[in-house]
């Protein structure tokens, strides 16, 4: 993928964007919300549907047969997104704190969240093991002294290093898939860029490209997955603007 021709749609959108119908805008905003929420979640493992996903969100109810689990999760996540947005607004940039919010956030009335965890695990099919805790420590720290430091010269390879680096670690025990893909969002978002979503279809690509990074440091498969995937949220507003010229 081409980061001078991503930025390049990037700065055309900034051009059109305030020029889009804001209902047309809100609209795609509040489906890609309700498909990020759902894909993240089920990628994990949760089971509600991207219609039921829908229902409990919009509409406020819950999905008989489901554990009462999988509906926190997806309530959780689209709080934890909110909260993404609500400190993008004001500008605070990513950090231990939100880090840690965002991880109580995902866990509410499912486990005590927030705290690093002090067991070992493991994660099962990958040839990656997450270090122990004592270890644990020590990375994490190192991670968000890297966070401070790291150039932005390509924020979409800041962005695929965030949340790789993070699940490789494995602070938590547990929400930790989530996490990573919330801060990912968080750095495209807090530098101009449009969140994107991993389908759950995908995932296969997805956890391979993870652990290309945790075996052997290499990111550019994963930052070119996320640039693909921004490259195709930028080319939808990029369509709007289009559509709405032809009319």
């Not at 709080?79 to 965002?102: P, R, T």
């Not at 927030?114 to 270090?131: E, L, Q, W």
């Amino acid at each position: 993928m081409d980061y001078k021709i991503l930025l390049q749609k990037k700065e055309y959108y900034e051009q059109i964007k305030d020029s889009l119908p804001e209902i047309t805008v809100k609209s795609y905003a509040k489906a890609f919300e309700l498909e990020y929420t759902h894909h993240s979640t089920a990628i994990e493992g949760n089971t509600l549907t991207l219609l039921e996903t829908k229902v409990v969100l919009e509409d406020g109810l819950s999905v008989g047969g489901k554990m009462l689990r999988e509906i926190y999760e997806v309530i959780n996540h689209n709080k934890a997104y909110q909260y993404v947005k609500d400190c993008i607004a004001q500008k605070k940039s990513l950090d231990e704190q939100i880090i840690k919010d965002l991880h109580a956030i995902l866990m509410e009335n499912i486990m005590f969240g927030g705290i690093y965890r002090n067991v070992d695990v493991y994660i099962s099919g990958a040839a990656h093991t997450p270090p122990s805790p004592s270890d644990m420590y020590r990375q994490v720290k190192a991670f968000y002294l890297d966070l401070q430091d790291r150039a932005k010269d390509n924020v979409v390879e800041l962005a695929a290093w965030t949340h790789a680096e993070f699940v490789r670690i494995h602070p938590f025990a547990d929400g930790n898939g989530r996490t990573s893909r919330l801060i990912m969002n968080y750095q495209l978002m807090a530098n101009g860029f449009l969140p994107v979503s991993i389908a759950k279809e995908n995932r296969l690509e997805y956890f391979n490209v993870l652990e290309a990074y945790a075996v052997k440091k290499d990111i550019k498969p994963f930052a070119d997955m996320i640039a693909t995937l921004e490259q195709q949220q930028l080319d939808r507003y990029l369509g709007m603007a289009k559509n709405r010229e032809q009319t």
